[in-house]
């Protein structure tokens, strides 16, 4: 089997910049991604390019892989646009392992990048809502807080999770953005603040949510045997894991665990041999704080139900068991659509390699790292275990 | 390395029904491929799927690849959406061909879908206008008759190429469509009214293009060890070539050939170790009848400019000495966007079987097929070579 390796990422901060358009994102996270790999790399060696985008309508731009590509001085290679709602990226990066997987490539990149702040707010709501189920839930009046407001409700009454431990997961998250000058939403909030903030859907409040974000991300992959001639830090993908689920909730047989999430993370384990207690840390999909109690459990982080319990005994903090979004999360670092999955490995490689810049933000001795990168309310999944 | 082959492929008619949606069209698309397996094929052995899909706006449905797949009942499974424009299913296809490469799996299916009817005709102009160049070409008023327009009078100019061979390019493949059963357009036309029907951009009239299509199209792929389960008659898949090129015709050094095109098709004659005078049949992308000559060149059934040639002299018929597109091709087949790369394997793989139901389309003997699929003006492209 080939090995693969990350050898150089590249992230943009996320944030609202109504002067960069979608272009120049995916050229900034580009450029720094070159410029990351230890030894240099001749840009004209990528054979391949993935590219996940929701591509939030307002850029009235297609065809957008060759667009990257061509933006980025890269052009010819083959490029392909991969569109998964929210797990977009995610998707490009399993199909860029995939790629050097065959043996038919050694140097492929997965990028993703989304510009969502160009768009009036009701346009951007439309252009997300039709990442749940359309014609069930969306065009029922059904948005993204009400359906994560429901597998909360369900969830408190299911196993006894408290709004508390819920929205201490943003209590976490918005503490480790302040640390990370890439993130959004740099700036503390306390429990009581975000308890308080205005109902979204009931028992979810403003700060239970992601922002809307401009952003963009790259990695470039290499084949194990020429990782070499590129770093001396090469970051192995051990395990990639996908899956897909019924889009409405009322398909579902259960609505307190994203089956697509579960499944994923188990075949990322078995690819890599791995168990939930082998993870270092891990950055997971936090689109609403319920979201990561339930990435807790669907990776074995915790028992069914017992999620919450992780926020009210620190566990998920950096310098706990098992460090969760250190970056900040979707919650605090942002959530720029296409770019999240690609963005989660960003900060695993860093966390690896042990060069986060900003030294409080390090998880220590991290060794294996996970993304858990899901699509709308948990219609499509995707999990990668990273190893030094 | 592992071998790959296609053991069953399902088409729609294409058309217009305004009676079905998207997901009934991929459903019997789905079905259909299902049964063409010979030996049968329980679903649940499918591992993964992609699935190309422009999504032409009106539908107004999000992460597709789950929709699809849950409504096919095959949930669970790995799906990814895939948009390169006019070629996201080719590049669904490709992906497909490299998942079962990785060694990983076993059975991956690759689908594309299109509903285009049930939008407005303007609402259908913008959404494919983006699949070109925006800000320099759309944005200034220009669409993709225009666009082909210029490479059309170009060709003409430089090479000497008539009005005549391009559009004797759809005569011909209207008259292969007339004996296809699923093509859209099944009627005859002649030179002469071909020729005076209105001109759309000069030289291009109206039935130098192709029609609004629905449809969908699937094909199952398989590993080779594993392919006698299925079926006696497999086909392989020997090369699969894929590119992009510089969106706009501005940027490009010649607009006379798709160099996108081109590059594919050499990749791929490449791994599979062919030449152009290997191939037995070829369906290519006949969006706009100039894009069949450019096709020819492309792929090199004739030399650089030389492509108006094969169709004066007939060679490109059906009993010609390479016939393109038997199936009546984008122009008179139909062209459903997401579907058409899948569409044109399945014509391939009925070909090499010798199982084409209507005789008078067979062609006789064919053993290597191709399939040329091209994204926009050539932003992107993808050819594959099939082998009985």
Known sequence: MVDVAVIGVGQTRYGTFPE??????FVEAFTEALADVEKGIDPKG????????????GNQLGNVAALMTEQAHVPYIPAS???????????AFRDAFMAIKTGMYDIVMAGGVEKMNDLPRERNRYWLGVSGDVEWERLAGTNFPGIYAMIALRHMYQYGTTKEQITGVAVKNHRNAVKNPK???????????????PVLAYPLTLFDACPT????AVAILCRGERVEDFTDTPIYVAGS???TDYLALHDRKEITHLKAATIAAQNAYEQAGLEPQDIDVAEVHDCFTIAEILAYESLGF???GEGGRLVTEGLTEIGGRIPVNPSGGLKAKGHPIGATGVGQVYEIVHQLRGDVKERERRVKN???????????????????????
């Open 183 to 197: 993130a959004q939403l740099r700036f503390e909030i306390t429990l009581e603040r975000a308890m308080n903030s």
């Open 20 to 25: 960069k358009d979608m272009k120049e994102l």
């Open 46 to 57: 990528i054979q391949e390019a993935f590219i996940g985008t929701l591509e939030t309508g």
């Open 241 to 243: 894991g996908a899956a």
């Open 81 to 91: 646009r991969v569109e998964n709602a929210c797990c977009s990226s995610g998707f």
């Open 213 to 216: 974000t401009d952003g963009a």
């Open 302 to 304: 915790a028992k069914e």
């Open 366 to 388: 991290a060794e294996i790292g996970l993304t858990h990168n899901v699509g709308g309310s948990g219609g499509t999944a995707v999990v990668h275990i990273l190893k030094r």
